[in-house]
């Protein structure tokens, strides 16, 4: 089955620098790959993904590129502000196998220091 | 909101209880999930219903049960649940079938705390 590794655990920035967190998978077929951000004490939101169709995807300073000939996938955040702090999971699933949900990354805790 | 109700919010439960978790959705998907969340394994999968149907368990223990009446509720029934069940167990619900590229939409858990 799909395995994702997370990396970093954990991330402290500077407010305003660009923050980069990094994920790779192991199965080839997989071809969805989500973003979710959890705030303290709140429930995890989706905040991007992308299809394994397209190599970079942008929501205003959030972006995700994808490696599939190296099975990685980035979320990168540029101008960093303190409500970007939060715990982010990657995520992967092959959405055209049915009935196979998402694996999760075991999160990494980025905490932006104003 | 998110259109996903869980109650309830808090749950302090000793090993010999039995209790029930509720998750509800209003947004008309087809498939319901339970997590586990801690601080080991951050977003454990347990179980998945797709159209009332189970269709995964996730090598989860038989102290935990579920049930999914319809494809609006979804319930997790513990029993002689150990410490180590200690955790947030957050139910989400998506569109279309589990894995599908669908956006999963996640309720605010129950933290649970077995004693």
């Known amino acids: 089955g799909e395995n994702v590794e997370q990396h970093p655990s954990t991330l402290s920035v500077q407010e305003g620098d660009s923050a980069v967190i990094k994920c790779t998978y192991s199965d080839s077929a997989s071809n969805y790959f989500p973003w979710y951000k959890q705030e303290l004490g709140k429930r995890p939101q989706l905040i991007i993904d992308?299809?394994?169709?397209?190599g970079e995807k942008k929501d205003q300073r959030i972006a995700v590129t994808l490696n599939k000939t190296a099975k990685h996938f980035s979320l990168h955040i540029t101008e960093t502000q303190p409500e970007d702090s939060a715990v982010y999971f990657c995520a992967a699933s092959n959405s055209n196998s049915g009935n196979t949900p998402l694996v999760f990354g075991k999160g990494t805790r980025l905490s932006v220091i104003a | 909101e998110t259109g996903v109700t869980q109650t309830p919010r808090h749950l302090v439960m000793g090993m010999t209880n039995k209790k029930s978790l509720k998750c509800e959705q209003h947004?008309?998907?087809?498939?319901m999930y339970w997590y586990k969340q801690s601080a080991k394994k951050p977003l454990e999968l347990m179980f998945v219903?797709?159209?009332?149907?189970?269709?995964e368990n996730n090598s989860v223990p038989s102290r935990f049960s579920p049930e999914c009446p319809n494809s609006s509720h979804l319930f997790l029934h513990l029993h002689t649940l150990q410490p180590e069940d200690s955790a947030l167990y957050l139910c989400a619900s998506s569109q279309g079938q589990p894995g599908g590229g669908e956006k999963l939409f996640f309720g605010s858990g129950t933290q649970l705390s077995v004693l």
């Open positions: 947004l008309g998907h087809n498939a």
């Open positions: 992308i299809r394994s169709n397209v």
């Open positions: 219903y797709n159209f009332k149907e189970q269709t």
